[in-house]
């Protein structure tokens, strides 16, 4: 969601600050400012709404002094709408100490915080929740604090909600301070110079080492060095690890935009989780699961949010046809408040391209102060969840711009397949059953490739579907979840409305809709036992004059009568083992979504009031 970047000792600052917040975009905003201190340690504060373009051409027409020192910081409105009056930085002061923060998460208890702070003299400008700190930490720093860090400190004990901010002080130039509980921020160490970010990603190119605070940690920089302090007020160490980010800096590639690319990276990634996770004598699953006693599991939640939570339901679908072990996968922001029973043998699941979804992190970290063990799936094995876990399995997506999901929803579903055969091989599985399975996957390449070489029949239902302002998207099985994600897809991207039900579940309500209007997406694979069911479907959308299309093979378009076919705008898929059918049948749906939002010229990367990572409730 929002993004911080902050810089000390560095006479660059400035434009360090603007370039991190460039390569922040991915995550969402619809605000943008900078703050530095100036000559004479005064705040210059520049703000826009809108891209961040704005924010570069009003730095343009408004330049700060040279500093050594900057803040700065994309924002995603939650706590009043995207103003320049509501953009970060935000200042407050008492007596003599006064500060600038950027902020993400929420602080739930501001106006409690507010309505104790405006009788003291607090000049509330905007309508945020992020305005609160800056008074609050000065208001501690009067009173008693002896240092900023302190101050700080005393400053976060008085706040409920998740957040991660970096506070600098006016007239303390080359001085930071941040600190983190339940969002990211990390500390980029340079050559005299240090620095602040939520993502890494806004440091590539200016350092590779990095302290990833934990929660409650406050870190203060300078260009002299970092020094940490615990929540207990303890001066700790933290580990510093080194990321090769250049891979991250690759750019588009020639391809129109990231998700475009992201897409078409597939079946590399597909190729490198196999590598990476199988043996290839054998043809055995080797996840590394860390000391993990699979044999012993007797239960699993999976826990997830929206794309991840599709992939989940896929992963349940074969863990308990192949390790006949009971799966709940259940939404993260609902989970984490029903006070779950935890059953004995049970394990842990969290899915997170991430690594850092709020309601995801909030309820793994209820799950393990229950006993419970945890593994994550995870394509950023720095995050929070995956130092939370006792085991991670990488996706090994590689960094994905695009807010819509593509590779690291393909990777997740690659990875808890291979988990089914692994856990079921722990539970008796023989080998030659496992290595079936596994040489399926190894199609799985080939297949994608194939795929995304031909997209005619996509462009020509792209034209179908275009005046559309609301779509069915129907799957029986293991496609019912990648039903659910094609209508996420398109709405996501395009903004037609959509939604998704396993088909079973037309009669029951949502065939109310069907008219001459409504396109009805069906996949189908001839390979599940269950396409005569589909036919079904497809007939009651037909008798109702529904626009139907169906996503099938060969096989399964052959079984088509004469007048259903003419109905009918069929999407090829090649015929493949039901166990590959959902990372099949998901490509063509996320070549659909891209089609249809191009053809529509909405923002493709970058859709409106969406996140890359929602980190907060």
Not at 167 to 182: F, I, S, V, W, Y
Not at 339 to 349: A, D, Q, S
């Amino acid at each position: 969601m929002c993004g911080i970047v902050g810089v000390v000792g560095n006479t660059e600052a400035q434009s360090i600050v603007l370039t991190g917040l460039q390569r922040l975009e991915y995550r969402g905003y619809d605000s943008a400012g900078i703050a530095s201190l100036g000559a004479q340690g005064q705040f210059q504060t520049r703000k826009a709404v809108g891209k961040l373009q704005s924010l570069l051409s009003e730095v343009e027409a408004n330049p700060l002094s040279a500093t050594t020192t900057a803040i700065g910081h994309t924002r995603w409105a939650t706590h009043g709408s995207p103003t320049t009056a509501n953009a970060h930085p935000h200042q407050g002061k008492f007596g003599k100490y006064g500060f600038a923060v950027v902020h993400n998460g929420i602080i739930e208890n501001y106006q409690e915080l507010r309505a104790e702070l405006t009788p003291h003299g607090a000049n509330f400008l905007s309508e945020t929740d992020t305005e609160t700190i800056p008074y609050v930490i000065a208001d501690a720093l009067s009173r008693s604090s002896e240092t900023v860090a302190m101050a700080v400190r005393a400053a976060t004990s008085k706040f409920r909600g998740s957040f991660a901010f970096v506070a600098m002080q006016e007239g303390e130039p080359d001085h930071l301070t941040g600190t983190r509980r339940g969002a990211p921020l990390c500390v980029g160490i340079g050559d005299k110079a240090n620095y602040f970010a939520s993502d890494p990603l806004a440091l590539a190119g200016i350092t590779s080492k990095f302290i990833f605070l934990e929660d409650d940690d406050i870190a203060s920089i300078s260009p002299q060095g970092v020094q940490i302090m615990d929540g207990t007020g303890k001066i700790v160490e933290r580990p510093i690890k080194t990321l090769d980010l250049s891979t991250d800096l690759a750019g588009k590639q020639g391809f129109k935009h990231f998700m475009l690319k992201e897409i078409h990276e597939q079946p590399a990634v597909v190729s490198k989780l196999l590598q990476e996770y199988t043996t290839t004598d054998s043809l055995q699953p080797k996840l590394p699961m860390n000391g993990l006693d699979l044999k012993s599991i007797t239960y699993i939640n999976i826990i997830a949010c929206g794309t991840a939570s599709y992939a989940a339901m896929v992963g349940k679908y074969f863990i308990e046809q192949f390790a006949r072990v009971p799966v709940n996968v259940e939404v993260a922001s609902e989970f984490r408040y029903r006070n779950p029973p935890y059953p004995p043998g049970g394990l842990f699941v969290a899915v997170s391209q991430s690594g850092e979804t709020a309601d995801t992190l909030a309820a793994l970290e209820h799950a393990k102060a229950a006993g419970q063990k945890i593994l994550v799936f995870t394509n950023v094995t720095t995050s929070s969840m995956a130092r939370a876990a006792d085991a991670v399995i990488d996706l090994m997506a590689g960094r994905e711009i695009a807010v819509a999901s593509t590779k690291a929803f393909t990777a997740m579903m690659t990875t808890l397949s291979l988990f089914s055969l692994q856990l079921a091989a722990a539970r008796g599985m023989p080998g030659k059953d496992i290595a079936v399975h596994i040489n399926a996957l190894r199609t799985l390449p080939n297949h994608i490739t194939n795929q995304l070489a031909s997209t005619k029949q996509l462009e020509a239902v792209v034209e179908q579907i275009l005046p559309a302002h609301s779509m069915l998207y129907l799957g029986r099985g293991a496609l019912a979840p990648i039903a659910f994600e094609g209508a996420l897809k398109i709405k996501e991207i395009s903004y037609i409305h959509a939604e998704a039900y396993a088909s079973g579940e037309m009669k029951h309500g949502p065939i109310a809709l069907v008219d001459k209007h409504l396109p009805v997406v069906n996949l189908a694979t001839s390979t599940d036992g269950l396409f005569e069911k589909t036919v079904s479907n497809l007939k009651e959308v037909e008798a109702r004059h529904g626009q139907v299309i169906l996503i099938t093979d060969s096989e399964g378009e052959s079984k088509l009568d004469n007048v259903t076919r003419q109905n009918t705008s069929v999407i090829n898929v090649p015929t493949v083992p039901a166990f590959i059918a959902p990372m099949v049948f998901t490509i063509p749906l996320q070549v659909l979504a891209y089609l249809t939002a191009t053809a529509k010229g909405t923002d493709v990367d970058q859709p409106r009031n969406l996140a890359k990572s929602v980190t907060v409730e």
